[in-house]
């Protein structure tokens, strides 16, 4: 995306540098091996003149002066970096915002408004929203619509594949939770056309005879997948990793399944590919229901694979249609244009971010955590197997929490029950123990009140402590990835983990919650595997038998994903 804004903008007439950051030199220099590049110059500029230079968190380096700053990044190791050092030397600071304007009550838009001077909406209806806003009033030449965009030279439909070509899009998670609703459908789909190609980008997916590509420059990207393409069938993106969702799905119910990054969906449509996937997933703006393969959630295979067949026997006519559609309303040029045009009127109103006060109001400080409203004679007879400074752990933090998670049901259900928790979910190998600590009478507030509910995780038969008696792929799937399909991720401010797996539980809690989320573990001192935890959280507090941790700067993708692997067979 970044690469299409520097080109337009540069053949524009406008001087651009595109600073493109990184936390250490090994990462560039792994992405020039696998290019085969000199340097990042070599990248796409598909005929147009601008630099690209890149910058690195462990060499402070400066910009020139500008008269605006496309901030697009959202690595927050790189933001306290750079961010306050490059504002301060850019007359209007820009982004663009794929959803975030209609939530709290306008919390999102101030806290916009107060960092950025012209925020780039995706949406039209972002726009209605800001400027309907009855609290707070923004000037209208600090917003404006963009929209999506795909560049309809690179992205067309007239290179496709003689066979039936589905590109798979890929989770961004170690796991293949996202599109598993796709794999006995697209079966089943070999099997009436033998000679399908199913192709997926930057890693291989649990798909029977799919291939895959590696990552590429997007001019290949567009040859190589995009392009070929019948049918696009992307993600369930109620299963993103928190680092690709945004505030949207935090506060709005109504968002939290669906996708905010949609620039390879518009390229794909742009491309004439029919879109599949579920229709909670669907951004209203950008698709038409009658050109794309959608389905409800949760749809049966056969459903799925009706869709699928409807896509493929009418593949060149969708093409054609569902190109006519994208074109007049995504083309690159005609976004860029838009938001240069509205850069353009700020600067030549003389607007300076360092030389005036903003013109937004700022947004308030962050309110402190309320503080313990629980007694710790209201906890220390309840019946649990944590001790006395678990107890005590659970019960702040249960009470302070919009929505926890425990995987494991001791006790802890009838502490939550003495607390103000907002919801918990409780999930359990053992449906003979749910169905006991359902009926206890400490737990009966919580049940009254619909903020409880319990998940049986279905390893098979177990044994004592909720143990798998036979061990297996299924078994560790059902209990470390089902019970995400049923929790508001967007809300999770606290999980325990007192159960099975409990390494892997951990890491596989990180990859879905946000950085804020609190992991602790259980019976920490007692088990010495637990301690690698540590090379990848940072410790919040030690005490008693339990450890708290959170997501820190050694927290990354890449290590999550490996430890995850080594220990998703682990009951421990």
Known sequence: MALNEARWLSQWGHEVELVIPFRKRAELDHI?????????????KLGESFTIRPIFVEEIEDIEQCDVLIWQVTDHVVWDAYFKRFAARSRVVTKNFPKTAPVRDGLAARNMFSTFD???????????????????????????????????????????????????????TADDWAITHFVEPLKRLRVRHPDLKIVSLG???????????????????????????????????????????????????????RAIYEVQNVEAQMAGAVMCGYDRNIIDEL???????????????????????????????????????????????????RWEAGLRTLVE?????????RSAKSAPPAPEPAPIRVL??????????????????VAEYYDRARTAVEFGIGGSPRIAAK????????????????????????????????????IHADVGAVKEWGYPVQMSEEASDAYLKGPWSRIPVESVDFVLVDGRFRVATTVNASLRTDDHVIYAVDDYGDRTHYEELEDLFDVVRRSGRMIL???????????????LSKYRMDPR
Request: with cysteine; net charge negative; proline share 8%.
């Open 32 to 44: 020039i091996s696998l290019n085969e590049f000199e340097d990042l110059n070599e990248l796409p």
């Open 118 to 172: 012209y925020a780039a909406f995706a949406l039209k209806e972002d726009v209605a929203v800001v400027a309907n806003y009855k609290s707070d009033v923004y000037p209208q030449e600090r917003y404006g619509f963009v929209g999506r965009g795909a560049d309809p030279e690179l992205f067309h439909p007239g290179a496709k594949s003689e066979a039936p070509f589905i590109a798979v899009d890929v989770p961004n």
């Open 203 to 257: 890693r291989p997916v649990s798909i029977e005879g799919a291939m895959h590509l590696d990552f590429m420059p997007y001019d290949q990207l567009a040859e190589q997948f995009i392009n070929p393409a019948w049918v696009y069938c992307f993600i369930d993106y109620a299963q993103s990793a928190p680092h690709v969702r945004g505030t949207i799905h935090k506060f709005e119910p109504l968002w939290r399944d």
């Open 287 to 337: 698709y038409d229901p009658e050109l794309s393969a959608t389905f409800p959630f949760p749809s049966e295979a056969d459903a799925i694979y009706d869709r699928l067949c409807w896509a493929i026997d009418n593949q060149q006519a969708l093409a054609q249609r569902i190109r006519a559609r994208t074109e007049p309303i995504h083309d690159w040029k005609l976004c860029i244009s």
């Open 349 to 357: 109103s003389g607007y300076d971010r360092n030389a005036k006060p």
């Open 376 to 393: 710790e004679e209201d906890i220390v007879d309840v019946p649990a197997a944590l001790d006395d400074e678990g107890r005590r752990i």
């Open 419 to 454: 607390t103000g928790i907002g919801h918990l979910f409780s999930v359990e190998t053992d449906p003979g123990w749910i169905e006991h600590i359902q009926s206890d009478p400490n737990v009966e507030a919580l049940k009254a009140g619909g903020r409880v509910s319990f």
């Open 549 to 563: 941790l959170r997501k820190g700067r050694r927290w990354s993708l890449p290590a999550a994903d490996a430890m």
